[in-house]
T-cell receptor, first 116, second 113 residues
Framework: DTGVSQNPRHKITKRGQNVTFRCDPISEHNRLYWYRQTLGQGPEFLTYFQNEAQLEKSRLLSDRFSAERPKGSFSTLEIQRTEQGDSAMYLC??????????????FGPGTRLLVL | AQKITQTQPGMFVQEKEAVTLDCTYDTSDPSYGLFWYKQPSSGEMIFLIYQGSYDQQNATEGRYSLNFQKARKSANLVISASQLGDSAMYFCAMEDSNYQLIWGAGTKLIIKP
């Protein structure tokens, strides 16, 4: 399977704990995106990387959230001191941007986070 | 501001009938892309179809077609011969000048046997 993968698929944690999610993009893709989706809503953009550089962060991404893509391949999203409002589906997507054009963003299966 | 509007929160359709899901958009960029994604209850966002703003013909992918009316700023998804497996949330999205996707609120489609 050469699609986008995310781990874990589900995470239950207690309020105040830290959690980390991983995303492995399609191997030749240079862009990686993180989104958050709450029930009944469309995805909300959080941040994206071009290779290893984090180029934009949404204002939704408070200082408790940090994302990395150290070698331009997989990415991690960490949430510190989780709050119940962080409960959501966290989606990762990747795409290939070449010479000013972009191919489709392909999504992983998501990580469902529940903060108790 | 760029915006995607999906006015149908939910739809019920009889199996084997065609269904049209509405999407209107607002942008001042001359170049943009429009996408439709399907999200089953499992949660994965599945790409269905893409339409570029300069494409002369409406996009088609199997049973999916995109009814692109540029002057009206609409990009409706048409699913022909609906199947039970088509039951899912459907999202319309627009790619902005930074290649980021702006999403609509989605339409929940339920196919009745």
């Amino acid at each position: 399977d050469t699609g986008v993968s995310q781990n874990p698929r589900h995470k239950i944690t207690k309020r105040g704990q830290n959690v980390t999610f991983r995303c492995d993009p399609i191997s030749e893709h240079n862009r990686l995106y993180w989104y958050r989706q709450t029930l009944g809503q469309g995805p909300e953009f959080l941040t994206y990387f071009q290779n290893e550089a984090q180029l934009e962060k949404s204002r939704l991404l408070s200082d408790r959230f940090s994302a990395e893509r150290p070698k331009g391949s997989f990415s991690t999203l960490e949430i510190q001191r989780t709050e119940q409002g962080d409960s959501a589906m966290y989606l990762c997507a990747s795409s290939l941007v070449l010479a000013g054009t972009q191919e489709t963003q392909y999504f992983g299966p998501g990580t469902r986070l529940l903060v108790l | 501001a760029q915006k995607i509007t999906q006015t149908q929160p939910g739809m019920f359709v009889q199996e084997k009938e065609a269904v049209t899901l509405d999407c209107t958009y607002d942008t001042s960029d001359p170049s943009y892309g429009l996408f439709w994604y399907k999200q089953p209850s499992s949660g994965e966002m599945i790409f269905l179809i893409y339409q570029g703003s300069y494409d002369q013909q409406n996009a088609t992918e199997g049973r999916y077609s995109l009814n692109f009316q540029k002057a009206r700023k609409s990009a409706n998804l048409v699913i022909s011969a609906s199947q039970l497996g088509d039951s899912a949330m459907y999202f319309c999205a627009m790619e902005d000048s930074n290649y980021q996707l702006i999403w609509g609120a989605g339409t929940k489609l339920i196919i009745k046997p």
